[in-house]
């Protein structure tokens, strides 16, 4: 009976959101014996530019097939506050040295619990998720069976890469009530800290609002608005070629013709 092998198969970006990233590092298990070993447990440490980041044990047993190879995940979160907070040069790079030091236990038939250790580093790309915020709402046509609206996105990407815009699925509340919902798939690019204005062109059946909805429309009175939805997003990295960014955006604007 022997020690799996282990081994780091990849790492890349799983996924962005406003607040943090998520890392997934892909581990290879290779269990020469001829019988099933269990992964009981995985003791991590992340280190970024030389210091201890984040520390963490996952307890999920894992069957190893026999005389095979498996493959599992390990999924870590990094929060950009915590981040950029505790490495503050990190706000003006592109990238970041990072060390993934993990120790692995094996529970082993005859011989019982057995340990192994995993040491890999590279680079990550410091990525910033892209500020959205909605830049105006303008009315284009009012009659009384019909709105026609176009919402302004100002999207900035504060990236060293450009990032494409491929697909918004969103949905629009004003003064707490659902006014329009849909998707736009109009491809918009963003280069490298830049900004570029997406427009979501929105049509309001009035006969379901109500006259109260024409009313406010018509009196060009402010809206209190909440816009939540989906980003998806491309971004050309070899880490992180896709992203889904989840959207809240909320306040109050003028409404303009």
Known sequence: ????????????????????????????????????????????DLFVEGTRFLSGRQDRPYQLNAQ?????????????????????????????????RAQLTFQIPVLGYRSANLRHDGRIPVVRPP??????????????GRADLAVHLRVANTNGFPVGLERLQYDLAVNGRSWAAGHSEEPVNVEANAARTLVLALALDLSELGTSVYNQLLRQQPLDYRLTGELELTT?????????????????????R
Do not use: C, H, W
């Open 1 to 44: 009976m022997r020690q799996p092998e282990i081994r780091l198969d990849t790492v890349r970006l799983a996924g962005l959101r406003m607040d943090s990233m998520d890392l997934l590092f892909g581990l290879v298990l290779d269990n020469p014996n001829p019988v099933p070993v269990t992964l009981e447990a995985i003791q991590y």
């Open 68 to 100: 095979g190879e498996s493959r599992i995940d390990l999924p870590l979160r990094l929060i950009f506050s915590d981040l950029f907070d505790t490495y503050k040069t990190l706000a003006a790079r592109d990238s970041t040295a990072y060390e993934l």
């Open 131 to 144: 500020e959205v915020q909605v830049d105006g709402i303008r009315l284009r046509r009012l009659s009384m």
């Open 236 to 256: 050309g990295l070899s880490l992180l070629k896709s992203a889904r960014l989840p959207l809240d955006l909320a306040g109050s604007i003028g409404l303009s």
